[in-house]
C-alpha cells in the first residue's frame, strides 16, 4: 500500500482515505508495490508461471511487491538474446528464489552472478545445475569486476544503501552490451533522493536516460 | 468488453472525490495522484524536470489530459532512449497532437534528424477498423473536438515549428500504402480500437529497427482488456513479452 506520512494524524486521514477508494473500488485497485493504481488488467497476476510462482515462494503477508517481479520477469525475458550474463548488484534472496521459480528458461544458458553485502548474506554459494547461479558475500569492486562477466545483458542495482553501489555498477557499466537493459530498484524511493540524483548523472554522462516507475524502479535501455 | 463497460472507476463519486481531497491534506506535495494512479514516498523526478513540467503544462487546455504526466514521462523517455537507434519516430492515434507535441518540446525535434509521422483520421475511428461499441466510446470526443475548431490544419499549425513532423490525414492501415516511413525507432499506438491496433502492429513492427521501442498507450487499461489479451497474444506469438507499467501503458523493445 501506500507509504503513509510520518505524523500520525495525517497517517489516520490516508489510511482512511485509502480504505474508501479500496472500499469504492473493490478489485477495480491494485494496492500494492507502494502504489495505487486503478482499472489496471495486471493480467501477469493470472500468468499461470507467475501466480504459481507467487503462490509457492512469497510471503502472503509480506508487503505486496508483484508489480515489481512482473518488470523483472519482463526484463530477464526480453534481455534472452542480448549476449551476457545477468548480474545482481545487492538485493533481496526471496526475490531471487522468485525469479528462479518463475523464469528458469530465461536464467538458464548464461551466467547469472549475485554480489551481496557480507552483512545481508553469510557465505559464497554456487549453484552450477541446472543453472549457473554464482552468489558472492562482496560488494568489493575488485571482486566484482573479477567475478562478473564480461559481457552483461541484465544489470540490477539494488543496494541503495551501499556506498560503493555506484562505483561498482560504474565499472560494470563498460560490459553491458548494447540492448542490455538496467533495472535500479529503489531508483525513485523518496529516501535514496541522492542516490537518484547521482544515478541519473552517471547514466546522463554515458547518454542513457532511465524511467522511473511507479514502483520505484528504474529502467534504463543500454545502447 | 470496451471504454463504455463502466470499469473505469467512478471519479467523480463524492466519496472518491472526498478521499482524494483527504490524500492531498494528508501528503501535501509528496503524493502523486493522475493516470489512474496514487503514489507516496517517491521521487517522482519528471515532475521536478524543469523542461518536461514547461512542456507538459503548456500543451493542452484539457484536464483529463492534464492528468496524465507519468504517461508522458514514458514517452518521452522511450523517444529520448531511441535516439542512437536508426530510424523515424511514429504515433498512430493522435488526437489533438497533445502527446507528441510534449515529446517534441522535450527533444527540441526540430534539431533531431528523424521524421515524427502522426496518423489519425482527426474524424474519429472509421468502421472498418473497430467496433460499433469503440466508435460510441471514443467518436463524440473526436465530434466535441472538431466542434470546438479542432481539424487536421490545426493541429498541423501546433507543430509549425516542427519542420521534421507530418501531421498525416488518413486510416491506418490503409494509409501506410501512400505514406509510410522504412525505418522506425519509436511507435506509439494510441487508437483505442483493438482491430485498428493490431492492423497498425502488422503493418509497422517489421519496420521497427532492432532497439527500436513500442509504446501500447491503453495496453494496462481494464476497459481495453480485450484489446490487451490481443496484442499480448500477438506479441506472443512474435516471441515477445509485454511489460505492463502501472501507468497503464505496455512496453516492447525491439531485438
Same mark, same amino acid.
Given at each position: ?70 518488470? +523483472? ?33 530465461? +536464467? ?7 554480489? +551481496? ?107 | ?57 503548456? =500543451? ?6 492534464? =492528468? ?11 523517444? @529520448? ?58 467518436? !463524440? =470526443? *473526436? ?10 490544419? =490545426? ?6 515549428? *516542427? ?5 498525416? @490525414?488518413?486510416?491506418? !492501415? ?35 529497427? !532492432? ?7 491503453? *495496453?494496462?487499461?481494464? !476497459? ?32
Amino acid at each position: 500500500m501506500l507509504l503513509l506520512p510520518a505524523d500520525p494524524q495525517k497517517a489516520a486521514k490516508a489510511l482512511g482515505a485509502i480504505n474508501v477508494l479500496r472500499r469504492s473500488f473493490g478489485t477495480l485497485v491494485h494496492d500494492g508495490d507502494g502504489f495505487l493504481a486503478f482499472s489496471r488488467n495486471a493480467s501477469f497476476t493470472r500468468d499461470p508461471r507467475f501466480a504459481a510462482a507467487v503462490k509457492r515462494v512469497l510471503d502472503p503477508n509480506a508487503p505486496d511487491r508483484r508489480w515489481a517481479l512482473h518488470i +523483472l520477469t519482463w526484463a530477464l525475458e526480453s534481455t534472452r538474446s542480448v549476449p551476457g550474463g545477468v548480474v545482481f548488484v545487492g538485493g533481496d534472496p526471496r526475490e531471487f528464489a522468485f525469479l528462479l521459480a518463475a523464469e528458469p528458461e530465461s +536464467l538458464a544458458a548464461r551466467p547469472i552472478r549475485v554480489f +551481496l553485502d557480507r552483512e545481508e548474506f553469510g557465505a559464497d554459494d554456487t549453484q552450477t545445475t541446472p543453472i549457473d547461479w554464482r552468489t558472492f558475500s562482496t560488494l568489493d569492486r575488485d571482486r566484482v569486476l573479477q567475478e562478473a562477466p564480461r559481457q552483461i545483458a541484465m544489470l540490477v542495482a539494488g543496494a541503495p544503501k551501499a556506498r560503493s553501489e555506484l562505483s561498482v555498477l560504474e565499472a560494470l557499466f563498460d560490459r553491458l552490451e548494447p540492448g542490455a537493459l538496467l533495472i535500479i530498484q529503489d531508483f525513485g524511493a523518496a529516501q535514496f533522493t541522492k542516490r537518484h540524483v547521482d544515478f541519473v548523472n552517471a547514466l546522463r554522462g554515458r547518454g542513457v536516460v532511465a524511467m522511473e516507475i511507479a514502483t520505484t524502479q528504474g529502467l534504463a535501455i543500454w545502447r | 468488453m470496451s471504454a463504455t463497460d463502466g470499469l473505469d472507476p467512478d471519479w467523480d463519486s463524492e466519496n472518491v472525490r472526498a478521499a482524494l481531497a483527504d490524500l492531498v491534506d494528508a501528503y501535501g506535495r509528496a503524493i502523486f495522484l493522475g493516470d489512474h494512479l496514487a503514489v507516496a514516498g517517491q521521487v517522482v523526478g519528471f515532475g521536478h524536470d524543469r523542461a518536461f513540467v514547461e512542456a507538459f503544462k503548456g =500543451s493542452s487546455p484539457d484536464t483529463n489530459e492534464n =492528468s496524465w504526466p507519468w504517461r508522458l514521462h514514458t514517452l518521452v523517455w522511450a523517444a @529520448k532512449s531511441v535516439l542512437s537507434v536508426p530510424g523515424d519516430f511514429v504515433e498512430c492515434g493522435v488526437f489533438r497532437g497533445f502527446m507528441s507535441l510534449v515529446v517534441c518540446k522535450c527533444l527540441n525535434f526540430e534539431c533531431v534528424g528523424r521524421q515524427f509521422w502522426l496518423f489519425d483520421t482527426f474524424e474519429g475511428l472509421a468502421k472498418g477498423q473497430s467496433s460499433d461499441i469503440e466508435r460510441e466510446a471514443l467518436n !463524440p =470526443s *473526436y465530434e466535441r473536438s472538431m466542434a470546438e475548431g479542432y481539424t487536421v490544419d =490545426s493541429v498541423r499549425a501546433k507543430f509549425a515549428a *516542427y519542420p521534421n513532423v507530418r501531421v498525416v @490525414k488518413g486510416v491506418v !492501415p490503409d494509409i501506410f500504402a501512400t505514406q509510410c516511413p522504412r525505418r522506425i525507432a519509436y511507435l506509439h499506438v494510441d487508437m483505442n480500437a483493438l482491430t485498428a491496433e493490431i492492423s497498425a502492429l502488422e503493418a509497422l513492427f517489421d519496420k521497427v529497427t !532492432p532497439g527500436g521501442v513500442i509504446v501500447l498507450d491503453d *495496453y494496462g487499461r481494464l !476497459p481495453f482488456s480485450e484489446m490487451h489479451q490481443a496484442e499480448r497474444a500477438w506479441f506472443r506469438a512474435r516471441g515477445y513479452a509485454v511489460l505492463e507499467l502501472p501507468s497503464g501503458q505496455g512496453l516492447v523493445v525491439k531485438r
